[in-house]
């Protein structure tokens, strides 16, 4: 598996911007297709976003789309995570995935997890 480390989460304002890294050791980084994904205090984990092993496809969540855009670039070994017009609904832990299995959505498919980073979005 890839070690991935996120970063760029904190406390931001409703209607603020944030923009989420994940960084991998591996060159082997750009192998793998990525998610994000969010889990809050008693709710699931869900699936936010992918992006293709070149960055050609990318798929959103219906409750993010238009608002926030994943990218990687794999010279950097790095996939970001734009998010705008936050809302306080998005708060929650947001981790990166690599290598999924399967269904990109699903994140019993992936295999290798960041150890997240901590959203707030205040109202």
């Known amino acids: 598996q890839v070690q991935l480390v996120e970063s760029g989460g904190g406390l931001v304002q409703a209607g603020g911007s944030l923009r989420l890294s994940c960084a991998a050791s591996?060159?082997?980084?750009?192998?793998?297709?990525i998610g994000w994904f969010r889990q809050a205090p008693g709710n699931e984990r869900e699936f936010v976003a992918a992006i293709s092993v070149s960055g050609g496809s990318t798929y959103y969540a219906h409750s993010v789309k238009g608002r926030f855009t994943i990218s990687r670039d794999n010279a950097k070994k790095t996939a970001y995570l734009q998010m705008n017009s936050l809302k306080p609904e998005d708060t929650a832990v947001y981790y990166c995935?690599?290598?999924?299995?399967?269904?990109?959505?699903?994140?019993?498919?992936?295999?290798?997890w960041g150890q997240g980073t901590q959203v707030t979005v205040s109202s």
């Open positions: 591996e060159r082997t980084f750009s192998l793998y297709p």
């Open positions: 995935a690599a290598d999924p299995e399967g269904d990109y959505t699903n994140p019993t498919d992936y295999v290798s």
